[in-house]
């Protein structure tokens, strides 16, 4: 079955440091990926997304790209601000499962001053 | 315009408690799910509603756990005989998904349930 894995947390980084959260899936079909953040105290709000392979999805300076070889889906940033700290989860939604979504367990991020 | 609602915000019931959590979804959207997020961990999915069809429940973790949604919109999650360990935080989302394409789900703020 369809299935999302992403690095364990927490990641603590300073301020300016380069970011990479590492996600990896499994789909039987043609999945579409997310990458989903949960600042400290809200709710889940998309952060981007990629519809088809070799896509690359961006927001906020922060850059995913799917990478259908490696079946991956790693979320990137290259100068992380302290207001980045949040959690950070990976997701796939597959057409051919009646777009049922499929999350990871979640990174926790830390970014210190 | 409104996003995904749940009420209420925070529920705090006694052990053997039934529960009914709330969920309202945007306008016009087809499918709601429902996740649980214990605390520090990630989402567990609860059940899937899409457009008419049967829902998959086969993430509700007892028998105790029950979802209904009413006139393909509101939704209530029912959990019976309370335990704590069912004290986490109830998430709803709805998408809209009128046919093949990629749709994002749009998250309600959470039911947080404390069972005491």
């Known amino acids: 079955g369809d299935s999302v894995t992403q690095m364990e947390g927490p990641v603590t980084l300073s301020e300016e440091a380069c970011l990479t959260i590492?996600?990896?899936?499994?789909?039987?079909?043609?999945?579409?990926l997310f990458w989903y953040v949960q600042y400290p105290g809200e709710g889940l709000q998309l952060l981007l997304k990629?519809?088809?392979?070799?896509d690359k999805g961006s927001n906020k300076g922060f850059e995913a790209t799917y990478r259908k070889e490696t079946t991956s889906f790693h979320l990137e940033k290259g100068s992380v601000q302290v207001s980045d700290s949040a959690v950070y989860f990976c997701?796939?939604?597959?057409?051919?499962?009646?777009?049922?979504?499929?999350f990871g367990s979640g990174t926790k991020l830390n970014v210190k001053p | 315009g409104a996003g995904v609602s749940q009420s209420p915000s925070n529920k705090v019931t006694e052990k053997g408690k039934d529960v009914e959590l709330r969920c309202d979804p945007i306008?016009?959207?087809?499918?709601l799910y429902w996740y649980r997020q214990s605390l520090g961990q990630g989402l567990e999915f609860l059940i899937y509603f899409q457009g008419n069809s049967a829902p998959d429940k086969s993430g509700l973790p007892s028998d105790r756990f029950s979802a209904e949604r009413t006139g393909g919109s509101v939704s209530t999650l029912t959990i019976q005989r309370t335990q704590q360990e069912d004290s986490a935080v109830y998430l709803c989302?709805?998408?809209?998904?009128?046919?093949?394409?990629?749709?994002?789900?749009?998250f309600g703020p959470g039911t947080r349930l404390t069972v005491t």
């Open positions: 990629a519809t088809k392979a070799d």
């Open positions: 306008s016009g959207h087809t499918a």
């Open positions: 997701a796939l939604s597959d057409l051919y499962n009646f777009n049922k979504f499929y």
């Open positions: 590492n996600c990896t899936y499994t789909a039987t079909g043609y999945p579409s």
């Open positions: 989302a709805s998408s809209y998904t009128p046919g093949q394409g990629v749709y994002e789900q749009y």
